[in-house]
């Protein structure tokens, strides 16, 4: 009878534990200040080469999120950790070795009065890595791994293309060789023709470099084909999170239900999607009671309007929703 090793659990990479954000905002000149809560208790796992796609509607809290993992932001309440070791947010030098970005808009994320291999080199630069001719080899080396000539580094960004750009805000995040990176739509403002060649690219890189992804997208369809790993976000919260095969086939929140459902088709003949959500998105400064989506909601009951939903979780997923509080394998089918 051959044994059987037990395998060891995971230890995550990054981890964030109750993590909340509270704004002090003004409606007025005279108003007095509103606590906005731009994150409500987020707590999520990441493990080492994963990719976890962040979704969720404009204002939910995503970039917010990314803000406090790069440290340019500190969170009113919560832990983030990386390797089971807390990281203090205010230590962004330390934090910035481990964690790098990749932004939206490749345009105005680069300085265009600086050459390719000065902006490139910035992070060795500022870290004190290497001398002059260390440097440049880095950032010949790295530009050929993201596809970039060796003549680039002597042009500046607005001699670019949109793709090219972003090639270079992709090698300077990878200059410092951190272990995880954070995508904030980092497709949306380029050509459909480039988004491809930049998704592969990123692919290859984690592959590469064994990089750990937290993708943050609107694009449903990027997600699908990039992710591991799927979070659904709404009003500061996760609502959903699991495997991306399974909450892109069977999602069990009602929102997660309605972000597919929005989806266009490149069908011609179809009409466009109807989500069922309305156009009216809650107030964050006052924000439902019970489920926050029960406004929205069209399977909602009774105790949505005044019970806070139960989290409800398994080995490989979970869903904040009452829906499920008695039988947590209970699933939505996916419209046709």
């Known amino acids: 009878m051959t044994e059987t090793t037990p395998q060891m659990p995971r230890t995550p990479v990054l981890?964030?534990?109750?993590?909340?954000?509270?704004?002090?905002?003004?409606?007025?000149?005279?108003?007095?200040?509103?606590?906005?809560?731009?994150?409500?208790?987020?707590?999520?796992?990441?493990?080492?080469?994963?990719?976890?796609?962040?979704?969720?509607?404009?204002?939910?809290?995503?970039?917010?999120?990314?803000?406090?993992?790069?440290?340019?932001?500190?969170?009113?309440?919560?832990?983030?950790?990386?390797?089971?070791?807390?990281?203090?947010?205010?230590?962004?030098?330390?934090?910035?070795?481990?964690?790098?970005?990749?932004?939206?808009?490749?345009?105005?994320?680069?300085?265009?009065r600086k050459t390719v291999e000065e902006i490139?080199?910035?992070?060795?630069?500022?870290?004190?890595?290497?001398?002059?001719?260390?440097?440049?080899?880095?950032?010949?080396?790295?530009?050929?791994?993201?596809?970039?000539?060796?003549?680039?580094?002597?042009?500046?960004?607005?001699?670019?293309?949109?793709?090219?750009?972003?090639?270079?805000?992709?090698?300077?995040?990878?200059?410092?060789?951190?272990?995880?990176?954070?995508?904030?739509?980092?497709?949306?403002?380029l050509d459909v023709s480039v988004q491809s060649q930049?998704?592969?690219?990123?692919?290859?890189?984690?592959?590469?470099?064994?990089?750990?992804?937290?993708?943050?997208?609107?694009?449903?369809?990027?997600?699908?084909?990039?992710?591991?790993r799927v979070a659904v976000m709404y009003l500061g919260q996760i609502v959903e999170e699991g495997p991306a095969r399974q909450i892109f086939s069977a999602p069990r929140h009602p929102y997660t239900q309605a972000l597919l459902d929005s989806v266009l088709t490149p069908d011609p003949d179809q009409f466009i999607p109807d989500n069922r959500l309305g156009s009216n998105y809650p107030n964050p400064i006052s924000p439902p009671s019970g489920c926050r989506f029960h406004p929205r909601c069209p399977a909602r009951r009774p105790i949505c309007e005044a019970v806070a939903p139960p989290h409800i979780a398994d080995t490989a997923s979970r869903v904040v929703c009452h829906l499920h509080g008695d039988a947590d394998t209970a699933v939505l089918p996916v419209s046709a």
């Open 15 to 112: 981890e964030l534990t109750g993590i909340t954000k509270t704004y002090s905002v003004k409606s007025g000149l005279f108003a007095k200040p509103m606590p906005l809560q731009a994150l409500g208790g987020v707590s999520l796992r990441l493990y080492k080469k994963d990719v976890v796609g962040l979704v969720g509607e404009s204002g939910c809290g995503k970039s917010t999120l990314a803000k406090i993992l790069l440290g340019l932001e500190a969170p009113t309440s919560g832990h983030v950790l990386i390797d089971d070791k807390e990281v203090d947010s205010g230590d962004r030098r330390r934090l910035s070795r481990r964690i790098q970005a990749v932004f939206q808009d490749p345009y105005s994320s680069l300085n265009p």
């Open 120 to 189: 490139v080199s910035l992070p060795l630069v500022v870290h004190g890595i290497g001398d002059g001719p260390s440097r440049a080899k880095a950032v010949r080396e790295m530009l050929d791994l993201v596809g970039l000539p060796e003549r680039a580094r002597r042009g500046t960004p607005n001699q670019m293309s949109g793709g090219q750009r972003q090639r270079v805000a992709i090698a300077r995040a990878l200059i410092m060789k951190p272990e995880i990176l954070i995508c904030d739509e980092p497709t949306s403002a």
């Open 198 to 228: 930049i998704l592969n690219l990123l692919t290859d890189l984690r592959q590469e470099f064994g990089l750990t992804y937290l993708f943050i997208s609107h694009n449903l369809a990027v997600i699908e084909h990039l992710a591991t």
